[in-house]
Every structure is written in structure tokens, then in C-alpha cells.
């Protein structure tokens, strides 16, 4: 269905309804000051929330089926355990992955080309080559062209958050793609999308890193040590949400959550929807009739736009 009609059917489902709802805002992180312009905030309340969060999960049509992945999960620690590194796991986490129907999806071939983008250690600076421009439109025009992105796409124009998709998929870019310095201003190394999706090695820890796709993919190559996991979500089918510790090289993750088995384009959707509705602060969703919390973060010692804040980090929340 068109943008703008799926639109129209979100004004009329949604007519006088309004609030922001939620809890308070979560501490923030470094980098993330209280005192700096604020993100521009969707007034959405929880029910219209959890209404187009179901609606997002049900459009996943490309995500994992039954049987196309089989984790081995083997030892699950404690709170208190998962920050010793220890490695419980003699075996991989992915037993199985069905790479020949997933990743010949679009939004996921063209994901996989950005992964190779990033230099992970902070403090080096990203530069962005003209391939690497054209994989992040290729993988954009992807995503826009899925029944996930269409859907969160309507939802904002109804709301007249943007007043086209064109706008509102420059605004994506930017807020996700656009570069900002990690290391005090002393290179650009870092964009709310290498941070979330491929993830980044800080004062020799992992962070960020909320990716299943890259967390297989590092696994495959053998540079990720999968150690246990301190949560499994109670989700019989994909996507799922998993608590996990592991070692990327030699740099230790404690808890690391990810969904496992959606689509590139459902995290992307579901974390923008959740960053617009509810930044720093946690959002609550619904997802197959089963509750899920996302935390996001934005970025406030640099803006672009009008000061617009850059994403900082988005992530399923795990008890």
C-alpha cells in the first residue's frame, strides 16, 4: 500500500489520541548531556505505541522462519557472573544459519556489504568512500521499499513529523549514517549505525554491537568467542530477544542484547520509532503479543541539521 494511504488509515485509527506516556529517562551516558538541545519528540502515547510495534512485527516478512536458525545457547550465568568473562561455551552460539534464504534478501545482502565499512577501534577516523556511499544507498532504497518501512513511514507522515518520504529518509540517514567523534573530538570514528549495528572497541571493551547478523557473522569468521548468555526472551518464534556474553579478538562484551531472526530493516524501523517517540529514555513495545522495552540514547557534543541529534545507541533492554 502507498505512503500516504497507509497515512490516512493511521489518522483515522489514531484520531485524538495523544500523550507522551512512559517512565522517566534513563541516567545518560557519557556524551549524551541533559543540558543540550533535546531531540525533537513525536507525541506518541503507549497505545499507539504498541499498536504500530505489533504492526511493524507483523510486516517482518523477510525475518527468520522456524528452523532457519538454531542457536546452541548452553550456560546461563547469573548477573553477577556475566561481568568475569569467563567462557562456559564450549560450542558455538549459531549452529545453524539458512544463509541461502535470508541472506539473498535485499535488506540483508546489502547490510552485510556496509559491514565491512568500519575500522571498530575508536579513536581512528571513518572515512567515507564513494562505494561505501553507494552501498548505504543501496541498502536504504532496500529498506524503503519493505512492508516494515512503509509502515513506520505512514505512521510519521500521519503524525506530520515529516512532510514526505523523501524527507523523512534523508533525516534516517543522517541521524543514523552521520559521523561524530567517540574519542573527545580527536577523529569522526563513530555514526549511530556502526555503533548499534556493527559495533565499536572502546577503552578495550566492546561497545554497542546489537547486531545478530554481526555477531554471526563474526562467529563464522572466528573472531568472535561466544562465552554464555544471561537472558532468552520468552519468544517461540523469530524475532527473539538475547542477553549474551562473549569476546570480540580478545575485547570482552558482559551484556550484550540483540534480537535475533528480524529483518535489518525491523531493528532499523523499530529503534527509529523508538528514538523519535522515546530518546534516552525507554520505550515500550509489543512485538507478537509479548512485551519488549527498547532503550535508546542520543548524541549531544556534536548535531547536524538544525541541531538534530545523531543517534547514540539503541538496544533491546533484558531483565
Keep these: 500500500m502507498a505512503a500516504a494511504a497507509l497515512g490516512l488509515l493511521w489518522l483515522l485509527a489514531f484520531a485524538g489520541v495523544g500523550g507522551s506516556g512512559g517512565p522517566g529517562p534513563a541516567s545518560p551516558l557519557p556524551g549524551h548531556h541533559r543540558d543540550a538541545a533535546p531531540v525533537t519528540v513525536l507525541s506518541v502515547s ?22 532457519d536458525i538454531v542457536l546452541h545457547l548452553q550456560h546461563r550465568v547469573t548477573a553477577e557472573q556475566a561481568g568475569a568473562g569467563t567462557d562456559y561455551a564450549p560450542q558455538r552460539l549459531f549452529s545453524y544459519v539458512a544463509e541461502e534464504r ?4 535485499p535488506t540483508f545482502s546489502r547490510f552485510l556489504a556496509l559491514l565491512d565499512n568500519y575500522d571498530e577501534v575508536t579513536g581512528h577516523d571513518e572515512t567515507v568512500t564513494a562505494e561505501e556511499e553507494e552501498e548505504e544507498e543501496a541498502f536504504l532504497d532496500a529498506v524503503f521499499q519493505t512492508r516494515v518501512m512503509a509502515t513506520l513511514t505512514s505512521f510519521f507522515l500521519a503524525k506530520g ?10 533525516d534516517l540517514k543522517e541521524m543514523w549514517f552521520g559521523l ?3 574519542s573527545s573530538g580527536k577523529a569522526l570514528d563513530s555514526s549511530g549505525f556502526e555503533h548499534v549495528f556493527h559495533g565499536e ?6 561497545s554497542g554491537c546489537h547486531s545478530w547478523v554481526q555477531l554471526y557473522a563474526l562467529e ?4 568472535l568467542n561466544y562465552l554464555s548468555y544471561s537472558y532468552d526472551g520468552p519468544w517461540v518464534t523469530f524475532p527473539d530477544v538475547l542477553a549474551l556474553q562473549y569476546r570480540w579478538s580478545d575485547y570482552l562484551k558482559t551484556v550484550g542484547s540483540a534480537f535475533v531472526g528480524s529483518s535489518p530493516e525491523f531493528d532499523l524501523a523499530l529503534y527509529t520509532l523508538c528514538y523519535k517517540t ?5 520505550c515500550h513495545v509489543s512485538l507478537g503479543g509479548k512485551a519488549a522495552t527498547i532503550q ?8 547536524y541539521g538544525d541541531n538534530r541529534r545523531f543517534v547514540a545507541s539503541s538496544y533491546p533492554l533484558s531483565p
Aim: proline share 3%; net charge positive; aromatic share 12%.
Design 180 to 182: 561524530y567523534s567517540r
Design 296 to 303: 535508546t540514547y542520543s548524541w549531544a557534543n556534536s548535531f
Design 220 to 223: 563464522r569468521s572466528g573472531r
Design 102 to 105: 535470508l541472506f539473498s534478501q
Design 161 to 170: 513529523l515529516y512532510p514526505s518520504e523523501e524527507a523523512f529518509r534523508a
Design 46 to 67: 503507549e497505545q499507539e505505541l504498541s499498536s504500530l510495534s505489533e504492526q511493524l512485527y507483523s510486516a517482518d516478512e523477510n525475518r527468520a522462519g522456524t528452523g
Design 201 to 206: 572497541i572502546k577503552k578495550g571493551k566492546v
Design 278 to 282: 522515546r530518546p534516552d529514555r525507554q
